[in-house]
């Protein structure tokens, strides 16, 4: 008896290790949170809890820099996303939620950036002469059907 439960208790401890893990986010159809932003060498952290970026698979894109909604177009080349013009939102935003909008604006808005997925964070990094300007976003939902 002892013998067959010790069988019974390993295939089951074998089937839970063989369950699939959670997939992970997709680079569309995941509402990305805003983690840090600036230069590569010096990240400062979110200054307002706001901002986001969702990308649907059929190209468009909505967010949130700090304190303004925004919308445009998008495209996926290799590892590099091209975005278009940005239809933003016009509230001024206090500092230092000012300099994390500007900064998301100054690097997506009408900008080739590398993109990276790893795990639950998404990377995007435009590249300028001296230091390249970084965004760095965790994935806090994912949006079945964009």
Not at 12 to 41: F, H, I, Q
Not at 111 to 137: A, I, Q
Request: aromatic letters at 10%; hydrophobic letters at 35%; charged letters at 15%.
């Amino acid at each position: 008896m002892k013998k067959y439960l010790v069988i019974l208790f390993a295939i089951a401890m074998m089937s839970s290790a063989c369950s699939p893990a959670e997939p992970a986010p997709s680079l569309t159809g995941t509402t990305w949170k805003l983690s840090s932003y600036s230069r590569v060498d010096s990240p400062d952290p979110v200054a307002a809890e706001e901002g986001t970026l969702t990308l649907s698979s059929d190209g468009k894109l909505t967010g949130v820099g700090a304190c303004n909604e925004f919308s445009g177009t998008y495209e996926v080349k290799g590892q590099q996303i091209i975005f278009g013009h940005f239809d933003w939102g016009s509230t001024f935003c206090p500092e230092p939620q000012m300099t994390q909008e500007s900064t998301v604006y100054d690097t997506l808005d009408n900008h080739t950036v590398d993109y990276k997925v790893e795990g639950n964070t998404l990377t995007l990094t435009r590249p300028l002469s001296g230091s390249d300007f970084v965004l760095v976003f965790e994935a806090v939902a994912n949006n079945a059907g964009n």
